[in-house]
């Protein structure tokens, strides 16, 4: 899209008090309309299936009072800050400031990660927060090889999660077969299932690619929801075995790992487990991941991304480099699934809805796209703060919903929007999120 | 004429529902020198190149392509990209279509994609880095740098290429082209947008990518200084069909030629007499 | 005959609701380029309006069931438009030129955030009506008994989509807004710099994509007796679906693909299994994308090269 030239003045040409009421009073106008009905009357259905109604004109006004002088405050803010978009005007010598940071915070963060069991031995909260996150983290990497690297937007991640989580369920459910065995091979689903869907769809382009991955992370919910005699459907699966240390299990039995070596048992042994065998998973996808960019097959993702077209003309395959994008994405996936079954040691369909597909793109995109460390920064941000909402309880996804607009409006590019080169002759410079396509497949 | 030409073109054509963009035209392109597709505008070279490298399929007749090797490959039943992987067939892009967001020796590694994808064994080895790998790699670079250094922006390696000045991005362009190590190049209106002095740098690169590499080039270009100036055979079309073919001194004398530019465009035609004298 | 003639009916009615939601889609989509996700719970607000108006009028002593349903279609649509214009100017507005994906995940934030607040505002349950809209005909009555029923919900849903499909057809080619529309959808520079605002002109079209989605909510309360909280994300994908299977920017396209979601839909219920009937719709579009790359009725894309 070009960019148009008509710069909206209008918000600034008229700085005085006259103009600030004249705004709030509107947008309280506005307020007062949009919520009259669905604030101002509550509806419930009664026991006898009879609906019933009671106003609550207090909270309306309360609200539309909230918007006249929010509206004031903005606008205060805005003619205080001056024009959005002054951000963009970053001096040089800060940029590389926080190019210098960067570099020191993926370490930091590494070495503060490996040490958050050792830390939070006793903080059980902490601790099982952390998996989440590092869970997150690894779906975060997983998915950014298709959409960052690649450049093809899936909407339907979650399907290849899920998937992974079936595996794992029904295999050792079924057959006993241990976690080691099993993870490869819900790795390996994962990444069948990303081919047979990508082999006929990825010569759609764009936004027909983005539907057909929503519609296939849908089928696969609801083939898992119907399909009880295998699935259990919406009860989900339970009794999923929770992982051995190779083999020695992590219980308070004689076997245990606790009476192996003489020590005593706790629970919190193997949530300290779960936690390394999270970050392992997480650190190697994003090793490969590392990796991958710098081979041939990971440039190839990136230049398809910048230029189809090209790319064909340059001889390089594009259906098996989006076929190969799109199975590595969906085997990292594969790979948390399976870890997600263990963990949980029991799944239900709930658990792959499109709204975990929407919060692993929302964390790519936050995280700029294609950048690992602004991933895992991007996941950090989302879980962790999810979790601090979790007090709010029925407005938990209101107030994410609203962090995500905001988030959008606030770095469209995400955190970290430069793209670090995969070769260099002299000197890695960073290459600006300005010149990066975002692809249109 | 010697030897067998590596390009033959045969009574291609090429509609568009009911439009024919390109009717029976036959030429054929010489090895080891540079061929021109001129004509005025609309006349149908683009669409020309598009069925050579294989973005469109002819609607009728047939393209030869013959290697050193004498193998003889029909390029109109090849897909896009096996043209330019198995036939070894580069093109450039009238609007320039470099990877904006990767630098200039990245948009050159990528160029030798399939080289590099059998050296990493498809991958597998060069996860693991096996060495054979990282000599391969090493030999990527330096064609890169050698390439860098022929189109004159080897100190610019590091930066990408969406920063990159117009005729930078064409040389580059024709540089990323080279590292597929083609036997045929084909360039789509490479002098556009350049100035006098880049034009002149464009023709000797031009002639020395014939001469000291032996690559045969075809090209469509309306700067007729420098199609004069380099080419060894010109094809000349209007409205799809072929009007003349010859040397530049043949076709400039051309009275066909002359009308058509004059039929079109008094401007083109006076530049075509002009820059032949 | 007489079961296949009956669900032919169903699958009508519930593609025209559909339809009515895709063309919202589409609209968008064809002037700005994204995906708007929320249009889905933007049907779901003006369901909730419907309630809640009819409600107040009912209590309010109003018996005649034509000028109830008047004063609720307009009110529904009025106040959804609102809410339309509002997300435009909030969410999607500063994201206009920005990169792809930005506008996509603003619209999903957004889709959240209704669904959300209509939770917390009207509670999870499902709210039912009492039918407004009693009786019908009786078309054909076979020997073993089995009859073909046209209710009159149904007969006003088909006559208000048609309706709305006649209004709608002529605003878009022949006014002022028609015209400014299909030139922002054609090139925004140039349309600004020959004098249509643009701004305003996308502003309309979400206003107007709005309002029919209210309608669609109206219909679907009336036509099933419920509204709830979540129905505006299913709805909304397989309203999607329509679109994209129609042939994403493509007017026709939008109603046609609603029709045929919503008789895939009805007939794969009638004859195979209810619980499949999604799986079916979605897989019909993965097929019909395969072989026809941009929907039944998209301008196949020409690749510039």
Redesign the interface.
């Known amino acids: 899209m070009t960019a148009i030239p008509h710069e909206t003045t209008k918000a600034r040409r008229t700085a005085g008090i006259p103009f600030l009421l004249k705004t709030a009073f509107i947008n309280a106008l506005i307020a007062l309309v949009l919520f009259s009905l669905m604030i101002g009357i509550r509806t419930e259905a009664g026991s006898d299936g009879q609906l019933t109604y009671w106003t609550r004109f207090g909270d309306l006004a309360s609200i539309v009072a909230a918007v006249f002088g929010g509206s004031i405050v903005i606008e205060l803010l805005r003619q205080w800050i001056g024009p959005t978009g002054a951000e963009k005007l970053v001096p040089p010598s800060v940029q590389s400031g926080m190019s210098f940071i960067g570099r020191y915070v993926a370490p930091a963060l590494l070495i503060f990660t490996l040490l958050v069991p050792v830390i939070f031995y006793d903080q059980r909260y902490i601790l099982d927060l952390a998996i989440l996150v590092l869970t997150y983290v690894m779906l975060g990497w997983g998915l950014n090889v298709v959409v960052g690297l690649a450049g093809l937007l899936d909407l339907g991640y979650v399907a290849f999660y899920a998937v992974g989580a079936y595996s794992y369920a029904l295999l050792a459910t079924n057959f006993g077969w241990s976690f080691w065995v099993c993870l490869p091979l819900a790795g390996i689903l994962a990444a069948f299932w990303g081919m047979l869907l990508g082999f006929p769809v990825l010569r759609l382009r764009g936004d027909y690619l983005a539907i057909v991955t929503l519609a296939f992370g849908e089928i696969i919910r609801l083939v898992i929801i119907n399909w009880q005699s295998l699935t259990g459907g919406p009860n989900g699966v339970s009794g999923i075995p929770r992982p051995t240390f190779f083999g020695i299990p992590l219980d308070n039995s004689d076997d245990g790992l606790a009476a192996k070596l003489g020590i005593e048992y706790s629970p919190t042994h193997r949530i300290v487990f779960l936690f390394y065998l999270i970050l392992a998973l997480a650190l190697l996808t994003n090793w490969v991941t590392i990796r991958l960019r710098r081979l041939p097959i990971g440039r190839a993702w990136e230049a398809l991304r910048e230029d189809e077209v090209a790319c064909r003309a340059l001889g390089i395959n594009t259906t098996t480099t989006k076929l190969t994008a799109f199975a590595t994405g969906a085997m990292f996936g594969g790979f948390a699934g399976a870890f997600f079954a263990t963990r949980q040691g029991f799944i239900s369909p709930e658990s792959f809805t499109f709204q975990e597909s929407a919060l692993v793109l929302a964390i790519v995109v936050l995280g700029g796209m294609g950048s690992q460390l602004g991933v895992a920064l991007a996941a950090l941000a989302m879980i962790g703060g999810f979790e601090l909402f979790r007090s709010l309880e029925t407005y938990r996804m209101l107030v994410f919903g609203m962090a995500m607009v905001l988030i959008m409006i606030w770095r469209p590019r995400g955190l970290i929007g430069h793209r670090a080169p995969t070769v260099y002759l002299t000197k890695a410079n960073a290459i600006s999120s300005d010149l990066v396509k975002e692809g249109h497949g | 004429m010697s030897g067998e030409p590596i390009l033959s073109v045969d009574r291609l054509t090429m509609r568009f529902g009911g439009i024919v963009a390109v009717q029976d035209l036959s030429f054929a392109a010489e090895r080891k020198k540079i061929t021109a597709l001129i004509g005025p505008n609309g006349a149908g070279k683009t669409t020309v190149f598009n069925c050579i490298t294989g973005f469109y399929k002819p609607s009728g007749g047939s393209i030869r392509l013959a290697h050193d090797d004498g193998k003889v490959i029909a390029l109109e039943r090849l897909n896009d990209f096996r043209i330019a992987k198995q036939a070894k067939v580069a093109r450039t892009f009238q609007n320039i279509r470099l990877f904006p967001g990767m630098t200039a020796l990245e948009n050159l590694m990528v160029a030798q994609h399939n080289a590099l994808m059998r050296a990493s064994g498809l991958t597998f080895l060069g996860l693991i880095g096996v060495p054979s790998y990282r000599t391969a790699e090493k030999r990527a670079i330096e064609l890169a740098t050698e390439w860098l250094k022929r189109v004159n922006l080897l100190d610019r390696a590091d930066d990408a290429a969406g920063n990159f000045a117009y005729g930078d991005q064409r040389r580059l362009e024709i540089a990323r082209a080279m590292c597929t190590e083609p036997a045929l190049l084909c360039l789509d209106e490479p002098a556009a947008g350049l100035n006098a002095r880049e034009s002149a740098g464009l023709s000797e690169l031009l002639l020395s990518i014939r001469n000291e590499l032996g690559t045969s080039i075809l090209l469509i270009e309306h700067d007729m200084s420098v199609v004069m100036e380099i080419s060894d055979h010109i094809v000349v079309m209007d409205h799809g069909l072929k009007i003349a073919q010859g040397t530049p001194r043949e076709v400039r004398d051309d009275p066909k030629v002359i009308a058509a530019y004059l039929g079109t465009d008094e401007e083109e035609a006076a530049a075509v007499m002009e820059s032949g004298s | 005959m007489d079961y296949f003639a009956q669900q032919l009916i169903n699958g009508l009615v519930l593609g025209s609701i559909y339809g009515l939601i895709a063309i919202g889609y589409t609209m968008v989509?064809g002037i700005v380029?994204m995906?708007n996700f929320a249009h889905g719970d933007i049907f779901m607000?003006g369901g909730?309006?419907a309630?809640?108006?009819f409600?107040?009028l009912i209590?309010l002593g109003l018996t005649a069931i034509p000028v109830i349903l008047l004063v609720v279609l307009l009110?529904s649509m009025a106040?959804t438009a609102?809410?339309g214009w509002?997300i435009e100017r909030?969410?999607y507005r500063?994201?206009?030129?920005?990169?792809?994906?930005?506008?996509m995940?603003?619209a999903?934030?957004?889709?959240?955030?209704?669904?959300?607040?209509?939770?917390?505002?009207?509670?999870a349950?499902?709210?039912?009506?009492p039918p407004f809209i009693i009786g019908g005909y009786t078309l054909h009555e076979s020997a073993d008994g089995f009859v073909i029923q046209l209710s009159n919900i149904q007969i006003m849903v088909v006559l208000t989509t048609i309706a709305l499909l006649g209004i709608f057809t002529w605003l878009v080619s022949r006014t002022r807004l028609g015209r400014d529309m299909r030139a922002c959808e054609q090139d925004?520079?140039m349309a600004?710099l020959l004098g249509v605002d643009?701004?305003r002109t996308i502003s309309m079209t979400f206003v107007i994509g709005a309002a029919l989605a209210a309608v669609a909510g109206l219909m679907y309360l009336l036509y099933y007796g419920l509204v709830d909280f979540f129905m505006g994300?299913v709805a909304g994908?397989k309203a999607?679906?329509a679109a994209?299977l129609g042939g994403?920017g493509s007017l026709p396209g939008a109603m046609l693909g609603g029709l045929a979601i919503g008789l895939i839909e009805t007939f794969w219920s009638a004859y195979f299994?209810v619980?499949?009937k999604?799986?079916a719709a979605?897989?019909i579009?993965?097929v019909v994308?395969?072989f026809m790359?941009?929907?039944l009725l998209g301008r196949p894309?020409v690749?510039k090269?």
Request: charged share 10%.
């Open positions: 989509y380029g995906i607000i909730f309006i309630l809640i108006t409600l107040i209590s009110v106040i609102l809410y509002t909030i969410a500063p994201l206009r030129h920005s990169f792809r994906l930005a506008p995940l603003s999903i934030g957004m889709s959240f955030v209704l669904t959300n607040y209509s939770q917390v505002a009207q509670g349950r499902v709210k039912p009506i925004q520079t600004a643009v701004d994300f994908i999607f679906t994209v994403i299994s619980e499949y999604d799986v979605f897989s579009l993965i994308l395969i790359p941009t929907g894309e690749e090269v």
